[in-house]
Structure formats: C-alpha cells, structure tokens
C-alpha cells in the first residue's frame, strides 16, 4: 500500500511539472491614449413651456376655467402648423389657511390649478408668433434653444471624424517619440457630449396678446470623446 501511495505521488509530480513550467509570453506594450473634438451645431429647434394657472375655492370651477383657457390655446396654435403642442401636465394643490381642524390639520381654504402645454418647433418665428398670442391668457414659463436631432446627429459626425484623427495623431505621435511603430488595440466612443439646451426667456402673463418674443437662435456645441490603447510594435 505504501508502495502504492508513493508511485502515485510521483506520477502526480511527473505530471505537474511541466505545467507549472509554462509560462504565457509577455505581450507588447500598450499606451492609453484619449482624444476629443467639438464642432458647432445650430440651434434650430426651440421648446418652450405655457400654462394657465387660477386659484379659488371650487375645484370644479377652477377646472373648468383652466379647460377653457387650454382649449383656446389649442385653438389658437392651430393656425401654426409647424409648431408642434402637446399637454405637459395638470396640477393641483390645496391652500392652507391659519385655522386648525379638529384633528390639529391646517384647514384648507381653497384650491390652485395649473395646466402647462409644451411647444415644440424648428420654425422658430412661428414659435415666438403663437407664444406672443398665448401670453394674452397663458404665461411663458420657460424658452430653451438646441440643436435639433438631425443637426445634431451631423454635428456628432463630424465630430467623430476629426475626433479619431485626433486619437491617430496622438497615437503616432507617442510611437515615433519612443522609436516605435503602433496598431490600434481598442477604441471607445463618447458622444454624449453637448452644452445644455440655451435658456431664454422666463415671462409673467401678459393682460393683451404681446409682440412675438425674440430669439436669438445661436449656436451650440457638440463634442465626441475618444479613448482607448495602442500596441507598440517593432
């Protein structure tokens, strides 16, 4: 059995000997590198954000109010076709007075509803028309300018090419300081990068229908980031 047991181990030592020999060759060294570039992108849509607010003690008056001036608004955006208005939402919120229920709850007085529709449109004059006639009934929460889906996706294309003849350049710069050529291992995109959307204007309700509201479309930026690593080779 002893003989057994040693004939086995040395078998077993035979065989793990060889294997613990066997090692995986060194690779090339490899540089990180990142680059970027960023490239203007008109702002050619505009959003925008109207909403009748009205306060009282009736809720179902104050839907009602509120319905009406919505209604009319829609009414109103249909003479502009290039602008495009959906609904963003109604709230409403109690008032809460000085007294106290029994319970020690603040009694509530009254109601305050509000409505918001959202505009949305790269026919910007027509835009700032329809909010100049909404301000007779509406107020203008808030105006913001980008760059619209189509221009933007151009931009980032753009963006992309000088960004990766960025990275190359880089790429060889670093080989030819150390005397070396070099292949691209891998690369990785970022294109999420864009300035946010240019606020412009933050109204009170008008009592008449106002003058359209200038804008000044501009010009935002798009920027595409590109990282990865490079193989120096002989």
């Given at each position: 059995m002893i003989r057994r047991l040693a004939s086995a181990a040395l078998s077993l030592g035979v065989i793990a000997?060889?294997?613990?020999a066997e090692t995986t060759p060194p690779g090339p060294p490899t540089i990180a590198l990142g680059a970027e570039a960023s490239v203007g992108a008109a702002n050619d849509l505009a959003i925008a954000h109207a909403y009748v607010e009205a306060s009282g003690p009736s809720p179902a008056e104050l839907g009602t109010e509120v319905n009406r001036n919505i209604a009319?608004?829609?009414?109103?955006a249909k003479a502009y076709p290039t602008v495009e208005v959906r609904s963003?939402?109604?709230?409403?919120?109690?008032?809460?007075?000085?007294?106290?229920?029994?319970?020690?709850?603040?009694?509530?007085?009254?109601?305050?509803?509000?409505?918001?529709?959202?505009?949305?449109?790269?026919?910007?004059a027509a835009l700032s028309a329809l909010l100049g006639k909404l301000q007779a009934h509406m107020a203008v929460a808030?105006?913001?300018?980008?760059?619209?889906?189509?221009?933007?996706?151009?931009?980032?294309?753009?963006?992309?090419?000088?960004?990766?003849?960025?990275?190359?350049?880089?790429?060889a710069l670093a080989a030819a300081t150390l005397g070396r050529k070099y292949r691209i291992r891998e690369l990785h995109l970022n294109t999420g990068g864009q300035r946010p959307p240019m606020?412009?204007?933050?109204?009170?309700?008008?009592?008449?229908?106002?003058?359209?509201?200038?804008?000044?479309a501009g010009e935002g930026t798009v920027t595409v980031q590109v990282s990865g690593s490079v193989e120096l080779i002989d």
């Open positions: 000997t060889p294997l613990a009319k608004a829609l009414e109103t963003a939402g109604n709230h409403s919120n109690p008032i809460y007075g000085s007294g106290r229920l029994g319970s020690g709850r603040a009694q509530i007085e009254g109601w305050r509803m509000r409505a918001t529709l959202a505009l949305e449109s790269t026919d910007i808030d105006i913001s300018l980008s760059p619209s889906p189509t221009t933007r996706r151009e931009a980032e294309d753009r963006a992309l090419v000088e960004a990766l003849k960025n990275f190359e350049a880089r790429a606020p412009m204007v933050r109204a009170a309700m008008a009592s008449a229908e106002a003058a359209p509201t200038p804008l000044q």
